[in-house]
């Protein structure tokens, strides 16, 4: 599961990372994180990982095709 922290500055995202990543948290994940760029250039990134387990492999292939497709 990923979980968006609050935070009081747009240019600064933090995530907390938990369990297994599913496909679908993949999904919700990387356009916040798109958006933030697209909209400000730059971004700082929080990655908090609580009782993290990993991906399945589903999220990994995203992962891994995405790379070779985009910029970030």
Do not use: C
Not at 24 to 43: M, N, R, S, W
């Amino acid at each position: 599961m990923i979980e968006q922290l609050k935070s009081n500055t747009e240019n600064i995202l933090g995530f907390k990372m938990s369990g297994k990543l599913h496909d679908q948290d993949y999904h919700d994940f990387v356009p916040a994180l798109e958006a933030a760029i697209k909209t400000h250039g730059k971004v700082r990134l929080l990655a908090q990982f609580h009782d993290f387990h990993g991906w399945d492999l589903h999220a990994l292939w995203d992962d891994i095709s995405r790379r070779w497709h985009s910029p970030i």
